[in-house]
């Protein structure tokens, strides 16, 4: 079974930076596929923000995100990573963590964590 758990979520100031974390156990079936990190503002559909492959070589954004976002992880200790700077109050929402899955597309990804609440303020 994969678990994934996020942490790192918070409130935080426009232009400020979060690092989120999620810890993802992952079984040898999934490993050849991506990993992911979506978020769901209020009132809205969840939406896809980053992913990276499992050898790490290869990452995907969304547009409202890239290179103010950067993906990573680390096999070791099975966790995914997602660096957020210059944090906008539209990127206020909850970050959800998902694995096994192909590039963004949401319906793909098997195993998602619970979420963890991001809030920028003006």
């Known amino acids: 079974q994969v678990h994934p758990m996020e942490s790192g979520g918070g409130s935080v100031q426009a232009g400020g930076d979060l690092r989120l974390s999620c810890v993802i156990t992952?079984?040898?079936?999934d490993s050849w596929r991506y990993k992911a990190w979506f978020r769901q503002a209020p009132g809205k559909e969840r939406e896809g923000v980053a992913c990276i492959d499992a050898g790490g070589r290869h990452t995907s954004y969304a547009s409202s995100v890239r290179g103010r976002f950067t993906i990573s992880q680390d096999p070791a200790k099975n966790t995914l990573f997602l660096q957020m700077n210059s944090l906008k109050p539209e990127d206020t929402a909850v970050y959800s963590c998902a694995a096994g899955g192909l590039w963004l597309d949401e319906s793909s990804y098997n195993y998602w964590g619970q979420g963890t609440e991001v809030t920028v303020s003006p």
């Open positions: 992952s079984g040898a079936s």
